[in-house]
């Protein structure tokens, strides 16, 4: 063959596969979506169009990858936990990594219009990806703590922030200068006080960030009742697994669904009521 | 903190850094997309504004990204070479990686309308992303030279495949068993004697890929010449690497610019005449 | 500095830190063991002195590394397990398996007069070590299970296939040819019938393999009666785990010692009698 | 079998091949060496039996693995070059920085009493390896530029330190006292000044480190005027690599020797009269 005296710069890709049996996150992050939510008129401190779009492109995701069992995302970051047994891509790291990005970056860009349908993207916005182990159910928990407490932080200050600025007619500068060192006490009742807002009433979405769970289509849903509860209309947010003909492998399993919900995912409520999330 | 506890988290990424002073190539794959090609429809056996795409996409990435100096596209796959004395993102794989992927399924998701004015994109492409390291300059001419090889094989078995089917009216099956075991000479034949075609006069866009090459940009353009006698149109190929005021660091960098050409790789010339491209 | 500008060398040491958390087990082979038993005149099926010899230099190993909770030695190879909240050289993954496996080599050779007295070492055994890590409890448990089901495996089969040799005066080749497709109850029955061996009464150091396990020093030994019931001379054994000045760390650590045992380490029993082991 | 169920164990041991055609250094390092020396009474500032002891147990591991082409040690470290093209176990990292290790290790020990008849071993000594991997000859030229720099500095360092305190009297606190802050010309002065000694006519065993190289065997040896200049005995450290019957690939390459050197290996004349260390 014509390229075969070439052929051998193939052994120079060398394997990568990662540890078996091991929970596997996949994070993403906007790449410099600060500039990017300026360029486009992000409304702040949360522009519920973006969000929307970020929760969109995690459930084509999530319909795409079976494998991925649940899903939180704020902000310009959405994290993925596959299943500890997954062997998707006999679990290649970069095969995983950048195939999983490139898909949710393609849907980001495709449904673009459906949620900005009056502000034309002005150039292509990127994101990264990475993969991290987890050994243990408690990592996973915790995992997901994290990121949920971040959400938490970051809101309750911009909520504030904003308020100071475009209620309080505050520069940027000065509102940065009015929180420094403030308590998330303190931040409550600035809220309050200055501006009638009771944190614990602004929308769970931007409190409690998106959490999409994928659950077994049972006969009756016995979750309608719980997705009504968290506030969640099911019509928009649920995303049935179309079971498409070119897979042939997930004809025998079950048909699932996915839910976005905005709940509490560091109490044990969340967990107890999934055990198989961590199942396996 | 309140997401102190469970910060410890993040004590599970580890670091992947690349070998140092090693040259860098990313090589770009389309998933699926013998799928994708069929629903929308592209021309066999080579679709023109696809691969136009493809070369617009992989141009936004070299004006985004200044650490590649080279790039070769065939099919629904590109090559590129990284400096490897690169230090972006600190030579941080997955990083790298991803985001290249990453902005580069956005372009082209981003540019499509342009090339496919009339076909919608039915659902979003993706791209798996894989990075190889090289230690020597022989092992990247050999690396190109296997890819360029690569598209020869490809087109000429594809041009007279579709010949064969579309002039010759025979099934896929039958084009493919007249096809079993002949060797490059007699596919020439066949294209000739049965079609008329003489193979060595088809586009030099689908018998040798598509290179780009990042250029200084020098007062006076010597390169033009060069770029004629590729039968390249210098205006629409040529996209100057817009001076980006975010970017600060390139300030005092020469100016460049990308070229696109469709010319033999692997012989010595074009990298005679390229010595900057291995130079570091 | 003189060497200054030759320092930047230093960047190509690539990091390699192990995922936290997670069990390490560490295992030795000897190199070329089969031509080094050959030379030093190892006696066929098993030779008591050689064996002692890797459980010597394994319990050397266990004192100079507290964080190895547990071994298990067969023939010419040792696994240990390091708790999986080790942080011995920050996880390095090649300094801890270079240091442990060149630790082990040493003692062996060091110690190689006092169980060869008669037998000078004709040249320097080595040992090959890697490391596995494992996530989950289970699969430590399954790790040993399968090194132990090997132990018994190889055991049986060496142990009929000397006799048929030494005691039944055939070659090698008809000892082979005899076993071949034999099950475990066959063997059985040839040692039984042929040599009168109960196979169920030879050594458990031979059938079980070597168990090391490191434990608490208790005012009054508790595990007395245990150690009596696996046959173990609690004299020879137990190896103290000195305290050394040059260890600060240790000093606050309760004391342990180690104890060797012939046991079973498959069902049960055993674990559930140490939860220490797998705690963390 | 008795173990399959267990077996799937094995999948978690990952692959770890070394990126191909790249130089592969790999260094030891004696483990708490300064405790060791003392333990042994090794005589200050040099003690040319352990320095000695070293060079043999690198020239037995150059013997046993003909991919090493080059060495250089100094003090308690040792640093060996395998050609880039080595395939010693298929480039397996783990397998070769722990084989190697050992094996010098086990060298170390098994010749310790030829060098030290009258000093019982105390305790077995450890190293600690890595592999380092460099892609181009410039890395490797100043990889052991590095190491033989950082010979002079300490051996320079230690040996005004050394007759401060031993001729001149000094505790070893003032001893470094009167070093600080000196540049390599005062302390060229110190020796000279108050010790009478002239630091250029030291042993070039302590000035140089030392260097092992492996040639080929010809006819009539054409380096042996090279070797008296470098003052070197080729009678005791020329070891000739043995013929082993087991080892069959050897057969028909051309038998080589290694020869100990002294020499400066930071100039140009050692590699450009040894060309073939870095051919490949």
């Not at 990662?18 to 949360?46: A, C, E, M, Q, W």
């Not at 069992?69 to 310009?76: K, M």
């Not at 904003?162 to 009742?189: F, P």
């Not at 959490?211 to 049972?218: D, F, G, L, W, Y």
């Amino acid at each position: 063959m014509a390229g075969s005296k070439f052929s051998y710069v193939r052994n120079f890709e060398l394997p990568d596969p990662l540890l078996p049996d091991t929970y596997i996150v996949f994070r993403l992050d906007g790449h410099s979506f600060h500039r990017f939510s300026d360029v486009h008129g992000f409304v702040k401190p949360n522009d519920k169009r973006a969000l929307e779009l970020m929760d969109q492109a995690a459930l084509k995701l999530m319909e795409e990858y079976r494998d991925i069992v649940l899903a939180f995302g704020e902000s310009d970051e959405y994290s993925f936990l596959l299943r500890r047994s997954a062997s998707l891509y006999n679990r290649r790291e970069t095969k995983i990594v950048t195939t999983l990005t490139s898909f949710f970056t393609s849907s980001y860009v495709f449904m673009w219009h459906k949620y900005f349908p009056d502000t034309p993207l002005q150039y292509p916005p990127s994101f990264d990806g990475r993969i991290v182990l987890y050994p243990r159910e408690q990592h996973i928990r915790d995992y997901f703590s994290w990121r949920q407490a971040d959400t938490h932080i970051n809101n309750l200050y911009n909520t504030v922030f904003w308020a100071l600025v475009q209620q309080g007619g505050l520069t940027t500068t000065d509102a940065h200068g009015t929180l420094r060192g403030t308590v998330s006490k303190q931040k409550h009742e600035i809220l309050f006080t200055r501006f009638q807002i009771n944190y614990n009433e602004v929308d769970e979405r931007y409190r409690k960030g998106s959490v999409i769970v994928r659950e077994e289509v049972r006969p009756t849903s016995s979750r309608a009742s719980i997705d009504a509860v968290t506030g969640e209309n099911a019509e928009e947010s649920t995303v049935p697994d179309r079971l498409q003909p070119k897979k042939k492998k997930s004809k025998d399993k079950a048909p699932t669904q996915m839910t976005l919900l905005h709940c509490d995912i560091i109490k044990d409520d969340f967990w107890i009521a999934r055990p198989e999330i961590l199942a396996g």
